[in-house]
């Protein structure tokens, strides 16, 4: 990458929006083993905004709860930290998006691919036999992984449709496009943007790695790329990559056990990826 790109790269990550101080600290206590419940809650209800959106989701359909729940410290009792963690740094992150950019991308559509691969991610991480609390960390993984396209969408518009446009016309993958039109990847850009969110050296190495599947292979960056192209399969979402890349043997070897648990789930699967999109009121496409 020339100087030149990489600063203009790093010029549009920072004019991304920062991550709310109360999204740091959840991930801070959601992070140590004996947080306390009161200390996430305390955090929490001193963001309105942030705990007004965490309890619209918590009744929304996703939970399908029998009662309507009215504060967050219920909301940590029915769903859990680790749950709530999801949460916040998914309304953090939908909230860096605007509705409509230059570029043509779809936001709505993303955003669900972004979901379901956060959920396929974890649900991977769990079959591997992943505790629940670090599992969580797959989901924010999995919803992370493109958000270097949301960079492009908004700061280097021209270049990025002329990606689009090459990865559909030509049915080549988008990151190969962008290399082509930009130089650079979302998945690099991606990484960079993690690093400004000051989040950890494993989610930006996963966000970073997940199509070259280069550098220490670690559980993580698999389960991503192999839940986004489950997801892209299923068509679930779009992500403005339309090729479904082959798991390399390297991969399948590693997870073949839990790809085979997937599968036979698939119906439980495709019923937590329909209630996800519940959180932005999108549908899977067609």
């Known amino acids: 990458m020339s100087e030149d790109l990489y600063q203009k ?29 009161k200390d996430l809650v305390e955090v929490i209800e001193r963001d309105v905004v942030m705990t007004a959106k965490l309890l619209k989701w918590v009744n929304s359909p996703y939970f399908g709860l029998a009662s309507k729940i009215q504060n967050i410290n219920h ?6 930290l680790n749950t709530i963690k999801n949460l916040a740094l998914s309304i953090a992150t939908i ?15 993303f955003l669900a691919h972004s ?27 999995g919803l992370l992984h493109d958000f270097g396209k949301a960079v492009f969408a908004l700061f280097m518009a021209d270049e990025f449709r002329a990606a689009l ?12 496009a962008e290399r082509q039109m930009m130089g650079t990847d979302h998945a690099e850009t991606g990484a960079m943007l993690c690093e400004k969110w000051k989040l950890s050296d494993e989610l930006i190495g996963a966000t970073r790695d997940h199509h070259a ?34 798991i390399p043997p390297s991969i399948s070897g590693r997870l073949g056990g839990p790809l085979k648990q997937l599968f036979a789930d698939m119906d439980a699967l495709q019923d937590e990826l329909k209630k996800a999109t519940a959180f932005i009121g ?5």
């Open 9 to 37: 790269l790093a010029e549009a990550v920072e004019r991304m929006p920062a991550f709310p101080e109360s999204v740091h600290r959840v991930m801070e206590l959601t992070a140590d083993i004996n947080c306390l419940p």
């Open 75 to 80: 909301a940590v009792v029915y769903v859990g």
């Open 95 to 109: 909230g860096t998006l605007p509705s409509s950019n230059k570029a043509g991308f779809d936001v709505r559509a």
């Open 115 to 141: 979901l379901a691969t956060a959920t396929t991610a974890r649900t991977l991480a769990q079959k591997s036999g992943i505790p629940e609390m670090e599992a969580s960390n797959y989901f924010v993984a």
């Open 165 to 176: 446009e090459m990865a559909q016309n030509e049915g080549i993958a988008l990151h190969e």
């Open 213 to 246: 599947l280069s550098g220490e292979p670690t559980l993580m960056r698999d389960c991503v790329f192999v839940a986004n192209q489950v997801v892209k399969k299923l068509q679930f979402g779009d992500s403005g990559n339309p090729l479904v890349e082959p």
């Open 282 to 286: 999108g549908k899977p496409a067609a």
